[in-house]
């Protein structure tokens, strides 16, 4: 075993508290989704927004000839589908067993409206995940390949972690190809990036969904150079 372990499950909660908002048990639903279901898709109406309870969620859009860009993975404390306009403009599934809050937009968005507390926290929800895609454009649009796999594993392990130190475990309910989805390179760069990790001793790969950082310090170093 590593000493200092920390272990991330894609369950975690996050940082975020819940429940955004306590609603009476008919103006909200709870559904439990098996992985790799459909929570929407684009051009669905966006009548809710859904609260992430357990588990991780990938919302991606597709190009007409079928490739994918992953736009984000949703962990618990997430919003989605808080959209401009009626209807959503990208596809949201599950990755693993998960349970999903369905509240009704309007309703969310008048109670912001009375309640200062929960608009301040959409607010700084809002704020935080267009920080997020940022660093994201910046990743995909400038950084290598190895560097974009090293900040996504470091990224995960800062997002339920706030100092995560020495050895970290991270549960990944992503495939290979969501992750090279996700940062625009292929399947096998994906595989030959984590290869090249390990054996400089950065990470372990006991499992194909089990990441082991060994590290932070270390892995920071990858993520910011070629």
């Not at 969620?57 to 401009?84: E, N, T």
């Not at 400038?142 to 900040?151: D, G």
Request: hydrophobic share 40%.
């Amino acid at each position: 075993m590593y000493a200092n372990a920390n272990v991330i499950e894609p369950t975690t909660t996050s940082c975020r508290e819940l429940p955004w908002v306590e609603f009476q048990s008919n103006q909200q639903r709870v559904h439990v989704y098996s992985a790799r279901e459909a929570l929407f898709c684009e051009g669905d109406s966006a009548q809710f927004v859904y609260e992430v309870l357990d588990g991780v969620v990938c919302c991606y859009s597709l190009l007409s000839d079928g490739r994918r860009q992953v736009l984000s993975f949703s962990y618990p404390g997430d919003l989605i589908g808080l959209v401009q306009g009626d209807s959503h403009r990208y596809n949201c599934d599950t990755l693993c067993p998960t349970q999903i809050r369905c509240i009704p937009r309007n309703m969310l968005l008048r109670t912001a409206h009375e309640r200062p507390e929960v608009g301040e926290k959409l607010l700084t929800f809002a704020t935080t995940e267009l920080a997020a895609m940022q660093d994201h454009f910046v990743s995909i649009g400038r950084k290598s390949a190895q560097e974009k796999v090293a900040s996504f594993l470091l990224t995960l392990a800062h997002r339920h972690a706030i100092e995560p130190t020495g050895s970290v475990t991270l549960r990944l309910p992503m495939t290979r190809a969501d992750i090279a989805d996700y940062l625009g390179i292929t399947i096998e760069t994906v595989s030959r990036c984590l290869s090249k990790l390990k054996i400089a001793g950065v990470i372990d790969l006991p499992q194909s969904a089990t990441v082991v950082i060994r590290d932070v310090d270390n892995l920071r170093d990858f993520a910011e150079r070629d």
